[in-house]
């Protein structure tokens, strides 16, 4: 057989019996799932792609997101020629080779390390080549700094779950093939925002599932593991059952839910949010180092993501678990507020004003003000609210933890307005 026929034939057979994610690969911008504030019409890379005026770009995303599928997608919709270089098995030699063929052709390479990127640059910097770098890394680390000079950088977020459910949707669509809907919803929630992952699962599953309509059964055997129910009550009351775990200083309790929260596939950022405001809510003074821990945890999620970001959030919980309690922090606050719904706003006492500005003091702006560093031990007793409010009391420092020592100090300053416990 001659080789261009052989090639055609190995193409027509991969077409028909290769991975279905590489199958399904979208050929026109339309097809592409998600990235709408890049693809969407009027979006900044579309309009580039559209008007053919792309320079090289590097593309900046989790996996499963569309990196390679949209560096092809370009090469069909612009006049380029595409040649796809793995960084892996390519070397030096062969990113010469192809700058040599790109002096007779533009060509678009794509998955190149920093090894490799000196050897590319040359031929960037000429307009031979024009570079799409798909990187899952962040590219300020991964990509010379020359080169991404040289680059528009372009993120990609993961697929949310109506992005993935569509792409599942068009699978079965293509294959002549149905799923229930708790099927689909459940191998879009576990698929990370990874189209290939929910595809290579949906592939899995159809497998199993033989002539027969897709279930849940099928979908939870491809991917070893069990669905847990958990709908807009269960978010709401296992994430109840959560705080207050928490808050009754039970870590085995809050470590169980937080297992429960992350099995179902649970947002991290939102559970972090939530020991954020319970360190400040629950335990605040009493352990002010809670809030750095939940502050803390809440940017490792960020920073390094599920499921290695589980730990931190872990080691918060068991931390303001195990801490001592107290709400009179956050008590403090809304007994203020209702004092500021509920009673006149008083003037800001002359003293305490603003007294930085010319010709203030002729109004008595900071006019008898005692500077509290001037005093020996640092402290002055003097008004700082409106005759209106002085007086009442928001703070009451409970005997908990550090809060203890707090109430002893605020006790020896202002013997009038707190008294013993």
């Given at each position: 057989?001659?080789p261009?026929l052989?090639?055609?034939?190995?193409?027509?057979?991969?077409?028909?019996?290769?991975?279905?994610?590489?199958?399904?690969?979208p050929?026109?911008?339309?097809?592409?799932?998600?990235?709408?504030?890049?693809?969407?019409?009027?979006?900044?890379?579309r309009?580039?792609?559209?008007?053919?005026?792309?320079?090289?770009?590097?593309?900046?995303?989790?996996?499963?997101?569309?990196?390679?599928?949209?560096?092809?997608?370009?090469?069909?919709?612009?006049?380029?020629?595409?040649?796809?270089?793995?960084a892996?098995?390519?070397?030096?030699?062969?990113?010469?080779?192809?700058?040599?063929r790109?002096?007779?052709?533009?060509?678009?390479?794509?998955?190149?390390n920093?090894?490799?990127?000196?050897?590319?640059?040359?031929?960037v910097?000429?307009?031979?080549?024009t570079?799409?770098?798909?990187?899952?890394?962040?590219?300020?680390?991964?990509?010379?700094a020359?080169l991404?000079?040289?680059?528009t950088?372009?993120?990609?977020?993961?697929?949310?779950?109506?992005?993935?459910?569509a792409?599942?949707?068009?699978?079965?669509e293509?294959?002549?093939?149905?799923?229930?809907?708790d099927?689909?919803?459940?191998?879009?929630?576990?698929?990370?925002?990874?189209?290939?992952?929910?595809?290579t699962?949906?592939?899995?599953?159809?497998?199993?599932?033989?002539?027969?309509?897709?279930?849940?059964?099928?979908?939870?055997?491809?991917?070893?593991?069990?669905?847990?129910?958990?709908?807009?009550?269960e978010h709401y009351?296992?994430?109840?059952?959560?705080?207050?775990?928490?808050?009754?200083?039970?870590?085995?309790?809050?470590?169980?839910?937080?297992?429960r929260?992350?099995?179902?596939?649970?947002d991290?950022?939102?559970?972090?949010?939530?020991?954020?405001?319970?360190?400040?809510?629950?335990?605040?003074?009493?352990?002010?180092?809670?809030?750095?821990?939940?502050?803390?945890?809440?940017?490792?999620?960020?920073?390094?993501?599920?499921?290695?970001?589980?730990?931190?959030?872990?080691?918060?919980?068991?931390?303001?678990?195990?801490?001592p309690?107290?709400?009179?922090?956050?008590?403090?606050?809304?007994?203020?507020?209702?004092?500021?719904?509920?009673?006149?706003a008083?003037?800001?006492?002359?003293?305490?004003?603003?007294?930085?500005?010319?010709?203030?003091?002729?109004?008595?702006?900071?006019?008898?003000?005692?500077?509290?560093?001037?005093?020996?031990?640092?402290?002055?007793?003097?008004?700082?609210?409106?005759?209106?409010?002085?007086?009442?009391?928001?703070?009451?420092?409970?005997?908990?933890?550090?809060?203890?020592?707090?109430?002893?100090?605020?006790?020896?300053?202002?013997?009038?307005?707190?008294?013993?416990?």
């Amino acid at each position: 057989m001659p080789p261009d026929l052989f090639t055609a034939a190995m193409r027509e057979r991969l077409a028909a019996t290769g991975p279905l994610a590489d199958r399904l690969r979208p050929r026109t911008l339309d097809q592409i799932a998600g990235q709408r504030h890049l693809l969407a019409p009027g979006a900044p890379l579309r309009t580039l792609i559209e008007a053919d005026r792309l320079s090289s770009v590097i593309l900046w995303g989790p996996p499963g997101t569309g990196k390679t599928t949209l560096a092809r997608v370009i090469a069909a919709t612009t006049e380029r020629s595409f040649e796809s270089l793995s960084a892996v098995s390519a070397g030096v030699k062969d990113v010469r080779e192809v700058s040599e063929r790109a002096r007779r052709q533009l060509a678009e390479v794509h998955r190149f390390n920093k090894a490799q990127q000196d050897a590319l640059l040359p031929s960037v910097e000429e307009g031979l080549l024009t570079l799409i770098g798909a990187t899952t890394e962040n590219p300020y680390f991964e990509v010379n700094a020359p080169l991404l000079s040289r680059s528009t950088l372009f993120r990609l977020e993961p697929l949310t779950s109506d992005d993935l459910v569509a792409v599942i949707r068009r699978a079965l669509e293509a294959e002549g093939r149905d799923a229930d809907a708790d099927a689909v919803a459940f191998l879009a929630d576990r698929a990370g925002g990874d189209a290939r992952s929910a595809l290579t699962g949906l592939e899995v599953a159809l497998a199993l599932a033989g002539e027969a309509t897709v279930t849940l059964a099928d979908v939870e055997n491809a991917l070893s593991t069990r669905a847990i129910r958990y709908g807009q009550d269960e978010h709401y009351d296992v994430v109840s059952a959560f705080i207050k775990s928490i808050r009754g200083s039970d870590p085995d309790a809050g470590l169980y839910w937080l297992a429960r929260m992350l099995a179902a596939g649970e947002d991290a950022r939102f559970i972090a949010r939530r020991l954020v405001i319970l360190a400040s809510e629950d335990i605040g003074m009493a352990d002010p180092m809670a809030l750095v821990v939940a502050d803390a945890a809440a940017r490792a999620v960020e920073f390094v993501g599920l499921p290695e970001a589980g730990l931190n959030l872990a080691q918060a919980v068991v931390h303001l678990a195990t801490a001592p309690k107290s709400n009179r922090s956050a008590a403090g606050l809304w007994a203020a507020q209702a004092d500021v719904r509920d009673r006149p706003a008083g003037e800001v006492p002359p003293h305490l004003r603003d007294a930085h500005y010319r010709s203030a003091a002729t109004l008595g702006h900071g006019v008898g003000y005692e500077y509290p560093h001037d005093a020996p031990d640092g402290f002055v007793a003097q008004a700082h609210r409106p005759a209106e409010v002085e007086g009442r009391v928001y703070y009451e420092p409970s005997t908990h933890g550090r809060e203890a020592s707090v109430g002893q100090r605020l006790r020896a300053l202002w013997p009038e307005r707190y008294s013993e416990p």
